[in-house]
């Protein structure tokens, strides 16, 4: 079998930092290759540099046995190559059959025919089980939903190369499992298919080869999967063994820091009842659709509470801003869509960090002074070992791992009571994920109250102190977590499944 594409010494340098080092790859037809690497070990630049985004500052990229050299990722998609990036490409006006069809509108007279864009759209949607009207806005979606419309626009292409970046990093296991059905099927017709997760167990459900990166070089070059298990693939990409989750062993004492009691939402949660404490970490737990994300941000504000109550230290509030719930109670919200809720990505590290202590540290006139802002922002740099060549390097230069641990940071800085971590590791490196985890602990260990949102069971059973689970925007039950993973993932499901059959 010939190689479809094949990558030869490729090297990228960006302002303070060399992303690739003479990197080698060779992707087969018909194969399902996995891209492995922590955060900032160069697995995004070479993609960029395969699609077109990027072109490489030394090195060959040869595509059937011809060199290639994209000017943009329009030469890429003609030449049969089409990308999931782990930055959604979506126009948020756009509706969703425009959206998967951007790329080749059917036309008629001239014209765009909708009827036909609707018909195709939907052809693309069905695979997938995305069993939403093509006409809706795509800003209407959940995140989970944008990344099911992200890969039917690229299975639109009928792509022979498809490139998936962390394509199930917000779906559900069912969505995944359809995805990988379908991947399946694609790499069995002779498609080439390059695959990045972190979640290695779906790497070996799924993948035949793979070649890992670290620090910008090959750690391994297209190798066969088979006769690696999951330790040696982790000591290719942190040099090291994989270090032990630590489980959590709290007692929560105390009054609640932070109570809800029969909260409705303007967004349709209805009956919302629990409380956290100092130095506890709260679990909310459900499937994609549950309305968790939705319920921290009318906690935060960002929505209306239109029933119900919400104490801080046992006294009835009302929180009708993300700044309220800032300066009056210190509750704090790292976001699950951290690029464009979290960050302000062309923004640097150092004012990223400092926004939530600019009041603060203004002087008159709202001038702020360069050394506070330095002098807030750098003993949380430092703590959570943000990897920046300066305070000053824009956030959209960083590597995943490392704009998280930025968002993190700036809620440090602000000293919040409660902090609200939405999927904290979503996308995140295994040596990353552990760090956040650590961090997480150490917080609650502090005197942190802490809601943990998370799709990912075992980091839920692992990191909580109790787990109160979600289901159509209910609470649906709750639980002490004794993180026994097999007892407390059947008593999870037990509780969401009730729910749906009851409804």
């Known amino acids: 079998m010939s190689a479809k594409l094949v990558i030869s010494g490729a090297s990228k340098a960006f302002p303070g930092v060399k992303a690739l080092d003479g990197v080698d790859l060779s992707l087969e037809e018909g194969s399902i290759h996995a891209l492995l690497g922590e955060n900032g070990a160069g697995k995004s630049t070479l993609i960029k540099i395969i699609t077109g985004v990027h072109r490489a500052d030394s090195g060959t990229v040869t595509l059937d046995g011809e060199e290639v050299h994209f000017a943009s990722p329009r030469e890429a998609i003609a030449r049969g190559i089409a990308a999931v990036h782990q930055e959604r490409n979506l126009i948020p006006r756009f509706s969703v059959a425009e959206n998967i069809m951007l790329e080749r509108l059917p036309a008629r007279a001239g014209l765009v025919d909708d009827a036909a864009v609707r018909t195709e759209a939907r052809r693309h949607m069905a695979p997938l ?26 299975l639109s292409l009928h792509a022979r ?34 695959f990045v997760s972190h979640k290695l167990d779906e790497v070996f459900e799924l993948c035949d080869s793979v070649t890992v990166l670290r620090d910008g ?13 999951r330790a040696a693939v982790v000591k290719l990409m942190i040099g090291r063994e994989e270090a032990a989750v630590r489980r959590a062993d709290r007692t929560a004492e105390g009054a609640p820091i932070l109570s809800l009691s029969g909260v409705a939402t303007e967004l349709g949660h209805r009956d919302i009842g629990f409380d956290v404490r100092a130095g506890e970490i709260v679990g909310l737990y459900g499937l994609v659709g549950a309305g968790r994300t939705e319920l921290a941000k009318a906690i935060i504000g960002a929505a209306r509470v239109t029933a119900g109550e919400v104490r801080v230290d046992g006294e009835p509030v ?28 062309m923004h640097s590290v150092r004012r990223n960090v400092a926004v939530t202590v600019w009041r603060r540290i203004a002087r008159a006139l709202g001038f702020l002074p360069d050394r506070a802002e330095r002098e807030a922002v750098m003993p949380y740099i430092e703590r959570l070992q943000v990897r920046t060549p300066s305070l000053n390097q824009p956030v959209a230069l960083l590597s995943g791992g490392n704009q998280q641990k930025v968002s993190v940071a700036k809620w440090l800085a602000a000293g919040v009571r409660v902090l609200i971590i939405d999927e904290p590791t979503v996308g995140i490196d295994i040596q990353t994920k552990g760090y956040l985890h650590e961090l997480i602990h150490e917080l609650a260990a502090q005197g942190t109250a802490i809601i943990l949102i998370s799709s990912d069971m075992p980091e839920m059973i692992s990191l909580a102190d109790r787990i109160v689970v979600m289901a159509d925007f209910r609470v649906v039950g709750s639980l002490d977590n004794d993180h026994d993973m097999r007892r407390m993932g059947e008593a999870i499901m037990a509780r969401i499944h009730r729910i749906d059959e009851a409804a």
Do not use: W
């Open 217 to 229: 070089r090959n750690a391994c070059h297209s190798r066969p999967l088979a006769g690696l298990d």
């Open 161 to 194: 190369l498809l490139v998936l970046d962390e394509p199930t990093a917000s779906i559900t296991p069912h969505e995944t499992e359809t995805l990988f059905r379908l991947l399946k099927e694609l790499r069995d017709d002779g498609c080439a298919i390059l």
């Open 129 to 154: 089980g995305l069993d939403i009207d093509p006409d809706t806005p795509v800003r209407q979606l959940s995140v989970a939903r944008m990344q099911l419309v992200e890969i039917a626009k690229a």
């Open 318 to 345: 009302t929180i009708d801003s993300v700044a309220t719930a800032l300066a009056r109670h210190r509750i704090g919200y790292v976001s699950e869509d951290r690029k464009h809720e979290g960050l302000i990505l």
